[in-house]
């Protein structure tokens, strides 16, 4: 299994100011097909996770500008420009390019 | 807009099967656009992918809980289920459907595991 390593555990912001989190893969995330099947989740308190980014760097459908991801191979980083108070919850980074999908094990975002 | 909306019992007794739908509306489960995944959520814990089944009804299940997993589609019902054999309190957990790669979820169902 590919096992995904995130850090932090826990980012304390302060509104208005960027946030970075990191994900490690354990192998290469490039899938024969060339496409690398890394994603980003966003889970709000009570709420069930929500997809921000695919592809290492593709918003999804309606997710703010503010979000943007990149990477290569096997890291990755999530960053958030400026940080709103909507953004809080805990943050998964989650492969997709082998079977059985893992996922990393979070990190919470939370408001100074 | 796809939507999925999970359904089933909220409390199975040990040793027994745990079984849950999940409801597909804005969209065909048969179309070749989508694939359809389980994944859980143990309280306060971190995701866990259950397994999931293509359209053209192949099914990829996480090795640490294959031999009790099915995972399978009806489409007529525009539906696709979960069961989970042989529980254990360790199955507690908020179980959510989703589109497999995660684009659509449903808003989640908690079972409990418990005599």
């Known amino acids: 299994d590919i096992v995904m390593t995130q850090t932090p555990l826990s980012s304390p912001v302060t509104l208005g100011q960027p946030a970075s989190i990191s994900c490690r893969s354990s192998?290469?995330?490039?899938?024969?097909?060339?496409?690398?099947?890394l994603s980003w989740l966003q889970q709000r308190p009570g709420q069930p996770p929500r997809l921000l980014i695919y592809?290492?760097?593709n918003r999804f459908s309606g997710v703010p500008d503010r979000f943007s991801g990149s990477g290569a191979g096997t890291d990755f980083t999530l960053k958030i420009s400026r940080v709103e108070a909507e953004d809080v919850g805990v943050y998964y980074c989650?492969?997709?390019?082998?079977?059985?999908?893992?996922f990393g094990g979070g990190t919470k975002v939370e408001i100074k | 807009q796809l939507q999925l909306q999970e359904s089933g019992p909220g409390l199975v007794k040990p040793s027994e099967t745990l079984s849950l739908t999940c409801t597909v509306s804005?969209?065909?489960?048969?179309?070749?656009?989508?694939?359809w995944g389980w994944i859980r959520q143990p309280p306060g814990k971190g995701l866990e992918w259950i397994g999931s089944i293509y359209y053209s009804g192949s099914t990829y299940y996480n090795p640490s809980l294959k031999s009790r997993v099915t995972i399978s589609v009806d489409t007529s019902k525009n539906q696709f289920s979960l069961k989970l054999s042989s529980v254990t309190a360790a199955d507690t957990a908020v179980y959510y459907c989703a589109t497999g790669a995660t684009d659509y979820w449903g808003q989640g169902t908690l079972v409990t595991v418990s005599s």
């Open positions: 592809k290492i760097s």
């Open positions: 989650m492969q997709a390019t082998q079977f059985p999908l893992t």
């Open positions: 192998q290469s995330l490039v899938h024969s097909d060339g496409n690398t099947y």
């Open positions: 804005g969209g065909s489960i048969s179309s070749s656009s989508y694939y």
